[in-house]
């Protein structure tokens, strides 16, 4: 069964930074894409930045030059380093992996169990 793992959640106040880890027992070579995605009460949620097997990386237009995503494959864990936080990055964080289901021909995404930010004004 595949899981991810977050960690790094927390309350911080607004400026502040946090570093989200996420680590899977899928495979480097399974993993096509790495995600982390935001939800708020009464709202869709949200990707925030995600990073392909290429290392190619994507931001949500709202975090782009506060927010960095990256992957350590040695330790199956991806980041998201969180920099100069404001109360609209508050929610719930997950992390997302997609990956091939061998002999089926199609990929699944799979996720963690969230981790809270809270961003104090």
């Known amino acids: 069964q595949v899981q991810l793992l977050e960690s790094g959640g927390g309350t911080v106040q607004t400026g502040g930074s946090l570093t989200l880890s996420c680590t899977t027992s899928?495979?480097?070579?399974?993993?096509?894409?790495m995600g982390w995605y935001r939800q708020t009460p009464g709202k869709q949620r949200e990707l925030v930045a995600s990073?392909?097997?290429?290392?190619?990386?994507d931001y949500a237009d709202s975090v782009k030059g506060r927010f960095t995503i990256s992957r350590d494959s040695a330790k199956n864990t991806t980041f998201l380093q969180m920099n100069n936080l404001q109360p609209e990055d508050t929610g719930v964080y997950y992390c997302?992996?997609?990956?091939?289901?061998w002999g089926r021909g199609r990929v699944n995404d799979y996720w963690g169990q969230g981790t809270q930010v809270t961003v104090s004004s």
């Open positions: 899928l495979n480097n070579f399974e993993i096509i894409l």
């Open positions: 990073i392909s097997s290429a290392r190619t990386t």
């Open positions: 997302s992996a997609r990956a091939p289901v």
